[in-house]
DNA sequence: CCGATCCATAACGATATGGTTATGGGATGC
DNA sequence: GCATCCCATAACCATATCGTTATGGATCGG
């Protein structure tokens, strides 16, 4: 099992709207560089960086240099603390992630 | 009462430990008054107050009260707009919570 | 070599957040 | 009736967060 960021830098990392926008695009279009999130976004590019930064010691981001450019790109094994909080709370969703880890233990060894 | 929250307010409910330990000590004991969770939490029943109301507010809490107590319960249907962000996160969770839901499907019509 | 481009960091201001004490209203007990 | 308990809100303060502009280092094109 890979080793987790803390669970709160991830938590703190996911209310504000541009930093889940950057999540988003990475997720669906692949490694960008922090140019072409700028441009996306509606902030400028030293915010857009500093949201990078948070993202990356959040565990969900992770970089690339090459040259002078900075790919990013998305860590979706860095969502795992959010599962883990959500598994202890409360019996409808254990019971589910509960049963949803033996289908995939069974599913795919 | 709307069904499910803004996404925004359970994103900015979560970061705060003090409204995760309410979370959790809802989830795992069932029903607390307000005065139970003030000696619990390691803050003034102002600040528990307050922190009820985010999140009663976010989906998570659900109030109900009786003569001059307020009884808590954790609402877990309130986490479903994180499931929502994270299906859109990746192919790997994707796919796991297709599983999760094509399960569900099956299990509880 | 020189200007331009990509990016990170510093410095600063506005707003949001989370804590406190103070106040008060409604329910309960004596 | 009156004191007490439970809770919510108001008022206020300290710090965190998020934006900006300014600066500079590193890299590439010509």
Redesign the pocket.
């Known amino acids: 099992m890979p080793v987790h960021a803390a669970p709160n830098a991830l938590f703190?990392a996911l209310?504000?709207?541009?930093?889940r926008a950057i999540c988003e695009r990475l997720s669906r279009h692949g490694e960008q560089?922090?140019?072409?999130?700028?441009d996306r976004a509606?902030?400028?590019?030293?915010?857009?960086?500093?949201?990078?930064?948070?993202l990356r010691r959040a565990g969900l981001v992770r970089?690339r240099?090459?040259?002078?450019?900075?790919?990013c790109r998305a860590e979706p094994d860095g969502l795992a603390p959010l599962i883990d909080w959500m598994s202890l709370y409360g019996a409808f969703w254990r019971e589910r992630f509960g049963r949803l880890e033996a289908l995939l233990n069974r599913m795919d060894p």
Chains 1, 2 share one sequence.
């Open positions: 703190t209310p504000d709207p541009t930093r560089t922090v140019h072409i999130l700028t509606s902030v400028s590019l030293p915010a857009v960086s500093k949201h990078l930064g948070v970089n240099r090459e040259g002078r450019h900075t790919h």
